[in-house]
């Protein structure tokens, strides 16, 4: 068997070439994965990014840690720049790469140059670069409007014009008013702020049925968002847009989410394309006349079928059959057509309102909206990710707040993020203004006391909130009996404080709030159920719940410590 000689290289590290470099990882082949950049995007959640509910590392998962365990594969950073078939090598910024088996995986981008304008006046929503210049931009253009004096270049200052009316343009719309309610509702110019979105066809979300298109319309209307229908953009201008029915628009920020076009290397040699420049491959994803080589994703073209959708799960699909073709063709068996199966659709459109489709299940509002969370969550490579999206989301829901996060350390490969931006200082919360530590960075062991310390405190409160789990109807009775309603809605929202707060201790993450939360748990407690000093036991609960308060009172004015992940973040 041949698996050990062949040199796989796969070009371009997204869904579908992730998964088929894990597959063909774990089968034992010899793999050489080529990306430019040295980590995997989570492209799904990059319009959170955008409208500051999350950090650009929440949604990236490095390409060396994902394959770490396996010798067999190989990754380089580098660009590609042309492949030359016959010989059968890759020109890449370092050199020459040969491969016995090639897999073109490059995904899409914008395409913008069939609209005058565009190009140069137009945002998009493709990269973690594009979040992270979206985001900067909302938010100076906020600071700009802030400082304006004039009502009305103040408002358009706060007129932003989406583009699309596809997933990524309608989970933008319901992001960015989420966003400016929470930045611009305390100042009260938040009525002066606009979100259109401007879509070619008679409905949002095209690739789902009727009546989940008229729902989306409709709750985006009731959240604030402007919604223009058959309307097609015909230039765009550093004054706005223009339109195909004579209208025009007056924005400074125009973001682009319709229409993507293959992102292949600029030089294809004898190779077959279709519409908008993806590469034509046969059911096996093979391209025709180059048994060697197959593309899949966002830069094929199924042909004699037709382009699917462009959505994670037809990529990872993609990439699972290519591996298993690869597979086959290596020990001298038959390939197989690739199918996709479709498993149903999801989309978001604001804080809990979704759409699911699916063959045995079809919701919209809250329902929805939770299943797309589970999905993505799953999808989600990395648990540290996972973890610290899913506290993210938490949060948004529990405060109802858009609260921005500023990006302070990013990611180095993001060469945009490494200038200063004023804009993010000027909303930049004091909590996370540089700070000394009274511990020193170069001695590892004293460095680990605050999360000893932390990792005591939160053990009292995860006992505590185990034990009336354990004791639930005797410590309901307890509350009954001081008089206080509801009883049992009180002890399940004391257990949650319990927890969310130990866990925010432990693990470090937004440490500041959980001991905050705690803080707010414990006064009411103990003035309610400890208050008699009469008795020598009441007397040690009061006295030991003000100690705790004082410690929490340290944790949240001194910080975590430099082992946890708000240091690390």
């Given at each position: 068997?041949?698996?050990?000689?062949?040199?796989?290289?796969?070009?371009?590290?997204?869904?579908?070439?992730?998964?088929?470099?894990?597959?063909?990882?774990?089968?034992?082949?010899?793999?050489?994965?080529?990306?430019?950049n040295?980590?995997?995007?989570?492209?799904?959640?990059?319009?959170?990014?955008?409208?500051?509910?999350?950090?650009?590392?929440?949604?990236?998962y490095?390409?060396?840690?994902?394959?770490?365990?396996?010798?067999?594969?190989?990754?380089?950073?580098?660009?590609?720049?042309?492949?030359?078939?016959?010989?059968?090598?890759?020109?890449?910024?370092?050199?020459?790469i040969?491969?016995?088996i090639?897999?073109?995986?490059?995904?899409?981008?914008?395409?913008?140059?069939?609209?005058?304008?565009?190009?140069?006046?137009?945002?998009?929503?493709n990269?973690?670069?594009?979040?992270?210049?979206?985001?900067?931009?909302?938010?100076?253009?906020?600071?700009?409007?802030?400082?304006?004096p004039?009502?009305?270049?103040?408002?358009?200052?706060?007129?932003?014009?989406?583009?699309?009316?596809?997933?990524?343009g309608?989970?933008?719309?319901?992001?960015?008013?989420?966003q400016?309610?929470?930045?611009?509702?305390?100042?009260?110019?938040?009525p002066?702020?606009?979100?259109?979105l401007?879509?070619?066809?008679?409905?949002?979300?095209p690739?789902?049925?009727?009546?989940?298109?008229?729902?989306?319309?409709?709750?985006?209307?009731q959240?604030?968002?402007?919604?223009?229908?058959?309307?097609r953009?015909?230039?765009v201008?550093?004054?706005?847009?223009e339109l195909?029915t004579?209208?025009?628009?007056?924005?400074?920020?125009?973001?682009w989410?319709a229409?993507?076009?293959?992102?292949?290397?600029?030089?294809?040699d004898?190779?077959?394309?279709?519409?908008?420049?993806?590469?034509?491959?046969?059911?096996i994803?093979?391209?025709?006349?180059?048994?060697?080589?197959?593309?899949?994703?966002?830069v094929?073209?199924?042909?004699?079928?037709?382009?699917?959708?462009?959505?994670?799960?037809?990529?990872?699909?993609?990439?699972?059959?290519?591996a298993?073709?690869?597979?086959?063709?290596?020990?001298?068996?038959?390939p197989?057509?690739?199918?996709?199966?479709?498993?149903?659709?999801?989309?978001?459109?604001?804080?809990?309102?979704?759409?699911?489709?699916?063959?045995?299940?079809?919701?919209?509002?809250?329902?929805?909206?939770?299943?797309?969370?589970?999905?993505?969550?799953?999808?989600?490579?990395?648990?540290?990710?996972?973890?610290?999206?899913?506290?993210n989301?938490?949060?948004?829901?529990?405060?109802?707040l858009?609260?921005?996060?500023?990006?302070?350390?990013?990611?180095?490969?993001?060469?945009?993020l490494?200038?200063?931006?004023?804009?993010?200082?000027?909303?930049?919360d004091k909590?996370?203004?540089?700070?000394?530590?009274?511990?020193?960075?170069?001695?590892w062991?004293?460095?680990?006391?605050?999360?000893?310390?932390?990792?005591?405190?939160?053990?009292?409160?995860i006992?505590?909130?185990?034990?009336?789990?354990?004791?639930?109807?005797?410590?309901?009775?307890?509350?009954?009996?001081?008089?206080?309603?509801?009883?049992?809605?009180?002890l399940?929202?004391?257990?949650?404080?319990?927890?969310?707060?130990?866990?925010?201790?432990?693990?470090?993450?937004?440490?500041?709030?959980?001991?905050?939360?705690?803080?707010?748990?414990?006064?009411?407690?103990?003035?309610v159920?400890?208050?008699?000093?009469?008795?020598?036991?009441?007397?040690?609960?009061?006295?030991?719940?003000?100690?705790?308060?004082?410690s929490?009172?340290?944790?949240?004015?001194?910080?975590?410590?430099?082992?946890?992940?708000?240091?690390?973040?």
């Amino acid at each position: 068997m041949a698996l050990k000689s062949d040199r796989i290289v796969i070009v371009g590290a997204g869904f579908g070439g992730l998964t088929a470099t894990r597959l063909l990882a774990k089968a034992g082949a010899n793999v050489l994965l080529i990306d430019r950049n040295c980590y995997h995007t989570f492209i799904p959640l990059l319009y959170q990014v955008a409208t500051g509910l999350l950090y650009p590392h929440q949604i990236v998962y490095p390409l060396q840690s994902a394959f770490k365990k396996y010798p067999n594969v190989e990754f380089i950073q580098t660009n590609v720049d042309r492949i030359n078939y016959e010989y059968q090598w890759v020109d890449t910024d370092h050199g020459q790469i040969r491969y016995d088996i090639l897999v073109i995986a490059t995904g899409s981008r914008p395409q913008l140059d069939h609209i005058p304008g565009a190009a140069k006046y137009s945002l998009t929503l493709n990269t973690l670069e594009d979040a992270a210049v979206v985001r900067h931009h909302i938010v100076d253009r906020i600071r700009r409007a802030i400082l304006e004096p004039e009502p009305i270049d103040r408002a358009r200052l706060l007129t932003f014009v989406i583009v699309g009316g596809g997933p990524t343009g309608v989970e933008l719309a319901g992001g960015l008013i989420d966003q400016l309610r929470a930045l611009l509702g305390w100042r009260r110019l938040f009525p002066l702020a606009k979100v259109i979105l401007v879509h070619s066809g008679d409905r949002l979300l095209p690739n789902f049925s009727q009546g989940f298109s008229a729902y989306c319309e409709r709750h985006l209307r009731q959240l604030g968002v402007s919604v223009w229908l058959n309307r097609r953009v015909l230039r765009v201008n550093s004054q706005g847009v223009e339109l195909d029915t004579g209208e025009a628009i007056a924005a400074p920020t125009i973001i682009w989410t319709a229409g993507v076009q293959a992102d292949h290397p600029s030089q294809l040699d004898q190779i077959s394309t279709a519409a908008k420049g993806k590469i034509i491959v046969e059911p096996i994803l093979q391209v025709p006349d180059h048994p060697k080589v197959y593309a899949i994703g966002d830069v094929a073209f199924l042909w004699p079928d037709h382009g699917l959708s462009g959505i994670a799960p037809e990529a990872i699909q993609q990439g699972e059959a290519v591996a298993t073709n690869i597979l086959h063709q290596l020990r001298g068996t038959s390939p197989q057509p690739f199918r996709y199966i479709d498993k149903g659709k999801a989309a978001i459109i604001s804080r809990y309102a979704g759409i699911l489709s699916c063959d045995r299940l079809n919701n919209t509002g809250f329902l929805g909206w939770l299943t797309w969370l589970v999905i993505h969550m799953c999808y989600l490579p990395g648990w540290r990710n996972r973890l610290t999206v899913g506290y993210n989301w938490f949060w948004d829901c529990v405060l109802g707040l858009r609260l921005l996060k500023p990006i302070i350390r990013p990611y180095r490969e993001i060469a945009f993020l490494n200038s200063p931006d004023p804009a993010i200082e000027f909303f930049k919360d004091k909590s996370q203004r540089k700070r000394s530590h009274l511990l020193s960075q170069d001695n590892w062991i004293m460095n680990y006391i605050p999360l000893i310390g932390r990792a005591f405190l939160a053990t009292i409160f995860i006992n505590s909130s185990v034990s009336k789990i354990l004791d639930f109807a005797a410590t309901e009775e307890m509350i009954a009996l001081r008089g206080l309603p509801h009883p049992n809605l009180m002890l399940l929202g004391n257990i949650v404080f319990q927890l969310v707060g130990a866990f925010s201790l432990i693990l470090g993450y937004k440490t500041r709030w959980g001991a905050i939360i705690l803080i707010l748990f414990l006064i009411p407690t103990t003035l309610v159920f400890h208050n008699f000093l009469d008795d020598p036991a009441q007397k040690t609960a009061f006295l030991k719940n003000l100690a705790l308060i004082g410690s929490l009172m340290m944790v949240s004015y001194f910080g975590p410590g430099p082992v946890s992940l708000d240091e690390r973040v």
